[in-house]
């Protein structure tokens, strides 16, 4: 069973534009949701999270819409740099207990110039 | 360093043969987590490590796989009679206990033969 659906799997955005990442989760117990930046060759960072007490997180260039209701929550890159080309996790976790976190498929970002 | 290290960075092995991954966690960090990336795939979680609590062991696929922390701090990923399917980047994380931040290794990539 996938708890954590993400997409699209792959992303091409010019220069400038905005980048958008979607996530859609099933349980409800979730109460922690980060995103992951992977460059080649290198493990997965933080870039981003999110706790369900707020709708929108925003850090520079980086922002996280939360729609409890929906179970769905989405990364917007805002002026999209190609330096940004990444591939992107959305992650659910809970934290009753310890931080075990369930990763999405990931999103393949590719900004051109 | 003061990252999480893993070695080797790379293991090309016969199918049918044992293999052993380590990381070397953060200092200080309580928790250890090993997740498995296939090639374009999530992270898919394996095993976590807290402090001197018994391991939550849910993620291994098989019993070919076990893992052990010693001391509290190094810990070594065995992979017994290796099939092509294990043929995988291993990620190993640390964290502090609640902080919800994991950080990552550059992971180990197996290749079966």
């Known amino acids: 069973q996938q708890q954590v659906k993400q997409s699209p799997q792959s992303l091409i955005v010019q220069k400038g534009g905005i980048s958008i990442i979607n996530c859609a989760y099933e349980n409800t117990a979730f109460d922690y949701f980060p995103w992951y930046q992977q460059f080649p060759g290198k493990g997965p960072a933080l870039l981003i999270a999110?706790?369900?007490?707020?709708s929108e997180k925003k850090e520079g260039r980086f922002t996280i819409s939360f729609n409890k209701s929906a179970k769905q929550f989405s990364l917007h890159i805002m002026d999209s740099q190609p330096g940004d080309s990444a591939t992107y996790f959305c992650a659910v976790g809970s934290s009753g207990g310890y931080n075990k976190l369930i990763f999405g498929a990931g999103t393949r970002l590719a900004v051109h110039p | 360093g003061a990252g999480v290290s893993q070695s080797p960075s790379n293991k090309v092995t016969e199918k049918g043969k044992d293999v052993e991954l380590r990381c070397d966690p953060i200092?200080?960090?309580?928790?250890l987590y090993w997740y498995r990336q296939s090639l374009g795939q999530g992270l898919e979680f394996l095993i976590y490590?807290?402090?001197?609590?018994?391991?939550?062991k849910s993620g291994l696929p098989s019993d070919r796989f076990s893992a052990e922390r010693t001391g509290g701090s190094v810990s070594t990923l065995t992979i017994q009679r290796t099939q092509q399917e294990d043929s995988a980047v291993y990620l190993c994380?640390?964290?502090?206990?609640?902080?919800?931040?994991?950080?990552f290794g550059e992971g180990s990539r197996l290749t079966v033969l």
């Open positions: 200092s200080g960090h309580t928790a």
């Open positions: 490590f807290q402090g001197n609590s018994a391991p939550d």
């Open positions: 994380a640390s964290s502090r206990v609640r902080t919800g931040e994991l950080f």
């Open positions: 999110i706790r369900p007490d707020v």
